[in-house]
């Protein structure tokens, strides 16, 4: 099967809002509900799972309820950093999946991810044994020790912008994150940071200008023009 791994665990502290940025309502609609009906509409995927906020979980299974995402199986509590929410999610899955089940690991607050990138990572998997979506960096970058000055400049060209969905086979997934506690590692950003620190390689897919992050409000009023626009 192909599962979907929605993290909602965080708490969107930069956005500086009483509402965590994931149950915010853009047009009517919580940004969490976007990503999950994404990969509801998406033919390949099977199943969903969601690494939940701690107090919101009720709250999740009234949207699935509500905006009909029947393919939601599963939640779980997030954790206190983001890996810890990766491997709340990875337990949660050994429990209820196959080891040579697709897991395509998303942020919930990417909320206008497309069907090809959920497709380009699930042909990643089986073709590569990972895929991490990634777009090109079209800035000039410096690089700065103190973020005030600059006498470098870094190759834009060999730069990669990461975005998820990041996907893998849960065997990999579980390996993964029990290697990691092996050998330390406690708190790496994202699965393909992840991967890379445990010295694997990792497979590329593109992404999409429109698979943002919301983090900040400005990201809010991008996603309302986004959704007009495509409203005509």
């Given at each position: 099967?192909?599962?979907?791994?929605?993290?909602?665990?965080?708490?969107?502290?930069?956005?500086?809002?009483?509402?965590?940025?994931?149950?915010?309502?853009?047009?009517?609609?919580?940004?969490?509900?976007?990503?999950?009906?994404?990969?509801?509409?998406?033919?390949?995927?099977?199943?969903?799972?969601?690494?939940?906020?701690?107090?919101?979980?009720?709250?999740?299974?009234?949207?699935?309820?509500?905006?009909?995402?029947?393919?939601?199986?599963?939640?779980?509590?997030?954790?206190?950093?983001?890996?810890?929410?990766?491997?709340?999610?990875?337990?949660?899955?050994?429990?209820?999946?196959?080891?040579?089940?697709?897991?395509?690991?998303?942020?919930?607050?990417?909320?206008?991810?497309?069907?090809?990138?959920?497709?380009?990572?699930?042909?990643?998997?089986?073709?590569?044994?990972?895929?991490?979506?990634?777009?090109?960096?079209?800035?000039?970058?410096?690089?700065?020790?103190?973020?005030?000055?600059?006498?470098?400049?870094?190759?834009?060209?060999?730069?990669?912008?990461?975005?998820?969905?990041?996907?893998?086979?849960?065997?990999?997934?579980?390996?993964?994150?029990?290697?990691?506690?092996?050998?330390?590692?406690?708190?790496?950003?994202?699965?393909?940071?992840?991967?890379?620190?445990?010295?694997?390689?990792?497979?590329?897919?593109?992404?999409?200008?429109?698979?943002?992050?919301?983090?900040?409000k400005e990201d809010i009023k991008l996603m309302e023009a986004y959704l007009t626009c495509?409203?005509?």
């Amino acid at each position: 099967m192909n599962i979907g791994l929605i993290i909602a665990g965080g708490v969107g502290a930069r956005m500086n809002m009483t509402t965590p940025k994931q149950f915010v309502a853009v047009k009517g609609k919580p940004i969490l509900v976007y990503t999950l009906e994404a990969f509801q509409k998406n033919e390949s995927i099977d199943a969903i799972a969601v690494v939940c906020l701690r107090g919101w979980e009720d709250m999740v299974w009234k949207y699935a309820r509500k905006y009909h995402i029947t393919k939601l199986k599963w939640m779980t509590l997030g954790g206190s950093t983001g890996m810890e929410s990766l491997r709340n999610g990875m337990e949660l899955l050994r429990k209820n999946c196959s080891m040579d089940d697709i897991i395509v690991i998303h942020d919930a607050v990417r909320p206008l991810v497309s069907d090809d990138i959920i497709n380009a990572n699930i042909a990643g998997v089986i073709q590569k044994g990972n895929a991490i979506t990634c777009v090109p960096c079209t800035e000039a970058l410096l690089k700065s020790d103190d973020a005030e000055s600059s006498e470098e400049e870094v190759n834009r060209d060999t730069i990669q912008r990461t975005q998820t969905p990041q996907s893998l086979y849960l065997s990999k997934f579980i390996w993964a994150h029990e290697e990691a506690k092996k050998r330390g590692i406690e708190n790496t950003v994202a699965t393909c940071t992840l991967l890379i620190a445990l010295g694997e390689k990792v497979y590329l897919v593109p992404g999409e200008g429109t698979n943002f992050k919301i983090t900040t409000k400005e990201d809010i009023k991008l996603m309302e023009a986004y959704l007009t626009c495509t409203e005509r």
